[in-house]
């Protein structure tokens, strides 16, 4: 990430009091594999790293999302081609930076917000097809520092409002017809996301170095406001299967389990009161 940065930066990795954002006008980068712009400070160039592939897509990482998902997982190239190298709502993204994601979406972090006000948490779920997300911390990550924050429950009430399984209509960028780019959703969907943000609390998923968690890809989320004085770096990374291509135009209609592993078809639907606390499922 420090490497990444302009030679001049004014972020110093030695000196804290330098990593609280927004990003200057001169820092900021609009480039889709180095984004710098306001807090946010993304860089999927990292995505298909060897480091970042070795540390995500671990043996025990893939083979808990291999036990989740059942079917053959689709495996990350190192060295490949980066997420947001293109796509079809470039350029102008990122809306929907699906295409030629060869490795994990990148080292994501969130500057510290210094003295912003607070402002109000606001879900939405990601366009592009997969079938489990992870975010996994690379630093210790305080309560109200910036992390992921899902709302639980959210995947099985979004799941019925989308047209296709695990992909969605979108209409593609045209240089000279810029007014509409991006994702079609549908009524019912956006009542939903609504719906959710005045319904649900959600959960913040701060932790430790080397934490990670696992989400379903109609999860609702947002990456954290970061409150802390420290940045939140984590990595972000998507599993599918090789029969991602298969499922994803399917009618969402029926079970929404159907073609995950055998275990969690078959595991019950409920949840005990102490994994439900050790989850932050409660207050
Ligand atoms: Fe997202």
């Known amino acids: 990430m420090w490497q990444a940065l302009p030679p001049a930066s004014a972020l110093r990795r030695e000196d804290k009091n330098t990593h609280v954002g927004p990003f200057d006008a001169a820092e900021r980068s609009e480039d889709s594999l180095h984004v710098r712009d306001g807090y946010r400070w993304l860089n999927r160039t990292l995505g298909v790293s060897a480091e970042v592939i070795n540390l995500i897509y671990s043996p025990r990482i893939c083979a808990m999302a291999g036990q989740l998902l059942g079917g053959t997982l689709r495996q990350a190239v190192v060295n490949g081609t980066p997420m947001g190298s293109r796509g079809p709502a470039w350029p102008g993204g990122p809306t929907d930076p699906a295409l030629a994601n060869d490795g994990a979406r990148g080292v994501y972090c969130t500057l510290p917000y210094?003295?912003?006000?607070?402002?109000?948490?606001?879900?939405?779920?990601?366009?592009?097809?997969?079938?489990?997300?992870?975010?996994?911390?690379?630093?210790?990550?305080?309560?109200?520092?910036?992390?992921?924050?899902?709302?639980?429950?959210?995947?099985r009430r979004l799941y019925p409002?989308?047209?296709?399984?695990?992909?969605?209509?979108?209409?593609?960028?045209?240089?000279?017809?810029?007014?509409?780019?991006?994702?079609?959703?549908?009524?019912e969907y956006l009542a939903e996301i609504e719906m959710l943000n005045r319904d649900t609390k959600p959960v913040e998923c701060w932790g430790?170095?080397?934490?990670?968690?696992?989400?379903?890809?109609?999860?609702?989320?947002?990456?954290?406001?970061?409150?802390?004085?420290?940045?939140?770096?984590?990595?972000?990374?998507?599993?599918?299967?090789e029969d991602l291509d298969k499922f994803r135009t399917d009618d969402p209609g029926g079970d929404m389990w159907r073609d995950w592993s055998p275990e969690v078809q078959n595991a019950a639907a409920a949840y005990s009161a102490e994994f439900a606390a050790a989850q932050r499922l409660t207050d």
């Not at 305080?142 to 924050?149: I, N, R, S, V, Y």
């Not at 969605?168 to 007014?179: E, K, V």
């Open 114 to 155: 210094g003295d912003q006000p607070r402002q109000p948490d606001a879900c939405h779920t990601d366009g592009h097809p997969f079938q489990l997300g992870v975010v996994g911390l690379l630093d210790d990550t305080p309560p109200g520092g910036g992390a992921f924050k899902v709302w639980p429950g959210s995947h």
């Open 161 to 187: 409002t989308y047209k296709l399984r695990y992909d969605q209509p979108r209409i593609p960028f045209y240089d000279h017809l810029p007014s509409f780019k991006g994702i079609l959703h549908t009524p």
């Open 208 to 241: 430790r170095a080397g934490d990670i968690v696992f989400w379903h890809h109609r999860t609702a989320h947002m990456a954290g406001h970061n409150h802390s004085e420290v940045i939140r770096q984590a990595v972000l990374a998507d599993f599918w299967t």
